[in-house]
């Protein structure tokens, strides 16, 4: 049962509109991740966050932006959506134990920008 | 550059069998290593993991096996089981070197497993 909940599971949504997609998780994780992925490839970091008030951007640009106000929430914002966009977003969390903290993902958000 | 490479995009075995699913990285910095199995419409669920100091990890049904000099890894399932048919990730971290990026994960594009009953 997951304990990092994403929401919505799936987003259809016209070009230029603005989106939040929601992440929260009730392990009291420190560490929260949104990767990106699309069919068939890798997961791209595009943000982390090791703690209230603490946001990095990942490796791969992006252009959305994250905001962590509480531990237990990390909502990604896409100010325009646009086609480029649509893909799949995985929000996950770790604990503070080191090597022995594996990612814990949520079920993610499909979103299609039209 | 793809720093965390699976090579074979499918693989099918027969139930009862042994699935063998490999990783091969380029990165000499990465001390630790994951696998992730994925369902469809489901998020990346943690399998096992293994770090550099040791070339063998064991949990149930599935060992991971690690290389270092040829910076290949392995995932061994056996006996397979339908139920683990589902996309396997490689993911791959430097956690050794301190900095805001020791806990990030490098992942491979997947393994998708197919077990036949």
């Known amino acids: 049962e997951a304990d990092i909940y994403q929401t919505p599971r799936y987003l259809v949504i016209g070009t230029g509109k603005k989106i939040t997609l929601e992440c929260s998780q009730t392990?009291?994780?420190?560490?929260m991740y949104w990767y990106q992925q699309d069919p068939g490839m890798e997961l791209h970091l595009i943000h982390y966050?090791?703690?209230?008030?603490?946001?990095e951007k990942g490796d791969l640009s992006s252009e959305s932006t994250v905001s962590r106000i509480r531990t237990e929430h990390f909502p990604l914002t896409l100010e325009s959506a646009r086609p480029s966009h649509t893909s799949q977003y995985l929000c996950?969390?770790?604990?503070?134990?080191?090597?022995?903290?594996?990612?814990?993902f949520g079920n993610g958000t499909r979103l299609t920008v039209t | 550059d793809q720093q965390v490479k699976q090579n074979s995009p499918s693989l099918s075995v027969q139930e009862g069998r042994i699935s063998i699913l490999n990783c091969d990285y380029t990165?000499?910095?990465?001390?630790?290593f994951l696998w992730y199995k994925k369902y469809p419409a489901e998020g990346p669920t943690f399998l096992i993991s293994?770090?550099?100091?040791?070339d063998k990890n064991e949990d149930g049904r599935f060992t991971v096996f690690l290389n270092k000099s040829a910076k290949h890894l392995s995932l061994h399932i056996v006996p397979s089981q339908p139920g683990d048919s589902a996309v396997y990730f490689c993911?791959?971290?430097?956690?050794?070197?301190?900095?805001?990026?020791?806990?990030?994960?490098?992942f491979g594009k997947g393994t998708k497993l197919s077990v036949i009953p």
């Open positions: 990165n000499s910095m990465f001390d630790y």
């Open positions: 996950a969390s770790s604990g503070n134990r080191g090597l022995g903290s594996p990612l814990h």
């Open positions: 993911a791959a971290s430097a956690q050794g070197y301190s900095g805001a990026g020791s806990y990030q994960l490098t």
């Open positions: 392990m009291g994780h420190d560490k």
């Open positions: 293994i770090s550099s100091i040791k």
């Open positions: 966050s090791y703690g209230v008030n603490s946001t």
